[in-house]
């Protein structure tokens, strides 16, 4: 098993598959070698979601595996495009470990893919109680939330991530978007400010450009909105 998994690390998966499959064949319950397998298989792609299922449902149903693996397995179920079955295995996961909050995370994630905003943003809410505070959480969060046209609530949300990472242009991006959207003057104006914010790390985002320039027409600013839509 141990050289299955050096040679996924070295992205050899096929290798890595056969290695895992002959620890299988001199020991059919070895859970990890399942375990390992099916993690091998997510990384695979599309063309390898059943078998990365197949693997993952088999260790998880012979016990003592670590949930967050089974959790990568699951994941790479719905980044593969198997919705369904990957919100499936990460009910059972959630099931047996009802405070993961990496699992309701990832289980908000796919139910915001299925389009069930109001689930999802329940499961990203019991993240955050269980105390998950990384600023992709809150970015899915602030996503869902302008999904659901509740801006105010989504500029908070990439708030947050911009107070743990105030680099993220795209968390900057959306938050200039959702303060636009709400149109208050000071709205405007931070809008403005998360524009300059952009072009200071990106100076040639023409997005930004695009939306300072109509930003600034808004504020009644118009000869610099004219030189940002020259740009």
């Known amino acids: 098993m141990h050289r299955g998994q050096t040679l996924a690390r070295l992205q050899r998966n096929e290798e ?11 020991r059919d319950d070895y859970a990890l070698a399942y375990l390992n397998r099916g993690l091998t298989y997510g990384h695979m792609g599309r063309k390898f979601v059943k078998e990365a299922e197949k693997d993952g449902r088999t260790a998880f149903a012979l016990g003592d ?15 593969n495009g198997s919705l369904d079955n990957g919100l499936a295995m990460m009910d059972e996961i959630i099931k047996i470990e009802p405070n ?21 943003l329940g499961e990203f809410n019991r993240a955050l109680e269980l ?26 949300a990439f708030c947050k991530v911009i107070e743990l990472q105030p680099t993220n242009v795209a968390a900057l991006v959306n938050r200039a978007r959702t303060c636009a ?18 072009l200071r790390l990106d ?29």
């Open 16 to 26: 890595a598959v056969e290695a895992h499959g002959r620890a299988i064949e001199l």
């Open 65 to 79: 595996v670590p949930t967050a693996s089974v959790l990568g397995i699951a994941k790479s179920l719905a980044v």
């Open 100 to 120: 993961f909050a990496d699992a309701h995370f990832e289980r908000g994630i796919t139910l915001a893919h299925l389009d069930r905003l109001p689930e999802a």
């Open 131 to 156: 105390g998950a505070d990384q600023a992709e959480l809150h970015h899915n969060m602030g996503m869902a939330l302008v999904a659901v046209e509740d801006y105010a609530e989504a500029r908070d």
């Open 181 to 198: 959207t709400l149109g208050h003057r000071g709205d405007l104006e931070n809008a403005k400010a998360d524009w300059d914010e952009v």
């Open 203 to 231: 100076s040639d985002n023409a997005e930004a450009h695009k939306g300072r320039g109509i930003t600034l027409a808004r504020l009644r600013r118009y000869t610099e909105a004219f030189a940002d839509y020259e740009k």
